[in-house]
């Protein structure tokens, strides 16, 4: 919602208004909040990082749309 918000595309997801504004319609819209609890770890944690070459294109020809997603896994080890 965030980028159709920023280009202006909301009108794109059925049941948003047409004046629906990304912070203070966005809960009473979906139903939840767009934000959530951090969850701390009291343990240690191990990070990977993996990106594609920004200097490159990426072919999403085949596809309608492209996003960026951030994946979090946190997992207790006892």
């Not at 809960?27 to 990106?51: H, Q």
């Amino acid at each position: 919602m965030q980028y159709l918000y920023d280009v202006k595309e909301t009108d794109r997801v059925t049941g948003v208004p047409a004046t629906f504004e990304m912070y203070n319609d966005f809960e009473k819209t979906f139903g939840f909040s767009p934000y959530y609890d951090a969850v701390y770890v009291d343990a240690p944690v191990t990070s990977f990082w993996y990106s594609l070459d920004a200097s490159k294109p990426v072919d999403i020809n085949s596809y309608e749309y492209m996003m960026t997603v951030t994946v979090n896994n946190y997992e207790k080890n006892d």
